[in-house]
């Protein structure tokens, strides 16, 4: 109780003074903020005059660009969603962990799925002898649910179910159907190249009646291979563009190799029913500018400058690959005069003295004031190689998401075969593979996940998530993160791979961070010894824990 006590009165006089610094920095940022704007007021009282057309080119150009950047990120973020939960479930079948034979069971895991991945829109399993396991999103705000069971033996039997927004049925008919699960593409392209996950060009789905793609890929289950797949509604990426900000008269829009109008951020000026529209099809005058005959773009990567009627229009587009050989470009347009550039000062001497004078002041006053505490925060809270948090900051951090209540798990990642690199090229191999390592998995995570270095070649990650399920894929995206490729260090390739612990918290139970952090500790020494490159559960002794 002594120990307590002393180690909690330390950390509130560390609090304490570390409180002191922010103050003076506040006190001086004020200080600079007010001798700036001062300054800016009086620039701006002298007077402005109107842009030059290269400010407003550059202005739009950043303006498209970032615009690019975040919808091209979101998109592939999007599409990667539910090509993750596809190479999940087809290892299961695999495994043995889902059994492609039992539709109810089938349907209970894609319930599941559709409850934590809102990135799908349906999930599906067909197989070679024309049976076929199917769940949507349906109804209102697609708070329902649609699944449809087609069964061949011993006589071909098509059971179509609605479900409500609580998960349970409310009607159930055995209309008979002519749908075959081998004649859509979907199908047909995952069985033409079996190992691999395909996506299919756009097309109308048979259920829904609804436009949108399909990711796929072919499983060797015990009873035979399948195909297994998720759906994707272009109407829901539709949905994501509408939400950016992008001028009245520009659009951002989302095109394939062959043309199609996969979506757009706001409403395409002519409407096609029954299949998915070509770019030409329902194009403005705009960007009917940037089509060849077969409704394809015909600029390249980049930014790109043209006319529409006499008016200036700037248009960035960025491809991106969805699978090797396909690939998906994202664009934005709009015209030069919808983004307004910075004001331009009048050349008066006196005025532009002043406020060079002014700006190189609160500058140093800016340094003197930042420099310290940055330095300080930097030293005491990351880790020096690879600019995660450190221990003690992922501790803080891991203490503080906890008392916010909610699920949570950590995971500890330990790479295997580190120790011979270290060995046979020395440490400044190691230190390369490290930094590199946790690159990639800082790439992999999500927002509101936290990634920390706990020393040497151990690494840790927080998540919380709704589900024990959710996390578990996302510890995993993590882990295929670092075994992708190779690290390359001076020429040299290193094929890595990692073992992680993962130990779970939930609200009201009991336990320190230390205790958590020990449980996946322990999860992941006891799970290398059975056996390396996978996720090892705290607790589980001889086979993976089944989500629910």
Known sequence: MRARTSRTSERRITTRRAARQPLKTRLWLLLALLLTQGLTLLVALVGQQ???????????????????????DNVQGYLRSAAQIVQVNRTNVQSGLLSADDPSGTLTNFHALLDNVPQLNGMLVGHADGRFTFLRRDGPGDTGRYSRVIEVRPQRRVTTTRYDARGLPTSQSSAP???????????????????????????????????????????????????VGADVQLRQLASFLQGLQVSARGRAFVTDAGGHAIAASREWPVTVQGRVPLLREVADPALRALLDDRSRLTPGRGTHWFQVGGEPYGVVLQPFEVQPGVTWTVGVYAPTADFPGPARPRPLAFVLLISLAGSLLAWLLVLRATRPIEALQRQATTDPLTGLPNRASFLAQLEETRAGGGLLAVAIFDLDGFKSVNDTFGHHAGDEVLHAVGARMLAALRAGDTLGRLGGDEFALLVQATSREEIRLRVEGALQAIARQPVVVDGVPHDLNATAGLAFHEAGRGGTVGQLLARADTALIRGKRRGKGRVWLDGEVTMPTLFR
Do not use: K, N
């Open 177 to 227: 159907s002519d749908y075959d699960p081998r004649t859509r593409p979907w199908y047909r392209q995952a069985q033409a190249q079996p190992g691999r996950l395909v996506w299919t060009e756009p097309y109308v789905f048979a259920s829904s009646q609804q436009p949108g793609v399909t990711v796929a890929a072919s499983a060797a289950a015990p009873g035979g291979t399948v195909v």
């Open 50 to 72: 109107q842009l030059s057309g290269q400010a407003q080119r550059a202005q739009a150009q950043a303006a498209l660009e970032q615009l690019v950047r975040v919808t091209s």
